[in-house]
Structure formats: C-alpha cells, structure tokens
C-alpha cells in the first residue's frame, strides 16, 4: 500500500516546499481547497479561482515528509501555514500526512467565525 500510495505522490502530485524546523525541503503531493476545519466535508465546490472565501486549505503529502503543526508550505507565490498535520494508517504504518492549512498572512484568523 505504501509503495501505491508514494507512485501516486509521484506521477500526480505537485512540488511543494516544506519549511519548519530550521530546515527547507522539497515535498511531492496533494493541496485543495476545502470548506470547513473538518476532513469530512471536502465535498463543497471551489470558486473559479479554486479558493473557498474562508481560506482553508487541505495537504496530502508523503509518510516522510515530515511536515508538522507551524510548518509552511510554498506553492509558486503563496505560502500556507499548517495548522494541523496528522498521519494516515493502513494497518500499523503510516502510508500518507495530512493537513489543514491557512494562507499565510491572509487567513491567520483560521479559528474565528469568518
């Protein structure tokens, strides 16, 4: 499952530059704009410019990308704070990270009712 899921990462995902820890790293994956905090309500449509007006924003990313909670990502002129990074488990291994994300500097009011 864990080689599937970093072909995956690979052939269709996007470059991304990971910054945290004093440290800056390219990261292959997934970045979405979603409607809410939750993971489960990723099922909203996008503007025609792909952003929902609260900003949210969620990561999929390697098992060993090691992105954690305060990270940034970089996506071409925009920088995205992450605001919560979890593991997904197929059985006992972590195949994939996932996070949710704010805009850096436009968003960072991310738990006010906006």
Same mark, same amino acid.
């Given at each position: 499952?864990?080689?599937?899921?970093?072909?995956?990462?690979?052939?269709?995902?996007?470059?991304?530059?990971?910054?945290?820890?004093?440290?800056?790293?390219?990261? +292959? &994956?997934?970045?979405?704009?979603?409607?809410?905090?939750?993971?489960?309500?990723? %099922?909203?449509?996008?503007?025609? #410019? *792909?952003?929902?007006? +609260? &900003?949210?924003?969620?990561?999929?990313?390697?098992?060993?990308?090691?992105?954690? %909670?305060?990270?940034?990502?970089? #996506? *071409?002129?925009?920088?995205?704070?992450?605001?919560?990074?979890?593991?997904?488990?197929?059985?006992?291994?972590?195949?994939?990270?996932?996070?949710?994300?704010?805009?850096?500097?436009?968003?960072?009011?991310?738990?006010?009712?906006?």
């Amino acid at each position: 499952m864990l080689g599937m899921i970093q072909e995956i990462l690979v052939k269709y995902g996007t470059d991304m530059i990971l910054t945290g820890g004093g440290t800056e790293k390219t990261v +292959r &994956g997934f970045f979405r704009a979603v409607n809410s905090k939750s993971w489960q309500s990723m %099922e909203s449509e996008a503007t025609l #410019l *792909g952003e929902i007006t +609260r &900003g949210q924003y969620a990561y999929i990313g390697p098992a060993d990308g090691g992105a954690k %909670e305060g990270d940034t990502l970089a #996506l *071409g002129d925009r920088t995205y704070l992450l605001r919560r990074v979890e593991y997904y488990y197929f059985g006992n291994q972590p195949i994939y990270q996932w996070g949710l994300c704010v805009e850096k500097g436009v968003n960072d009011t991310w738990g006010s009712q906006s």
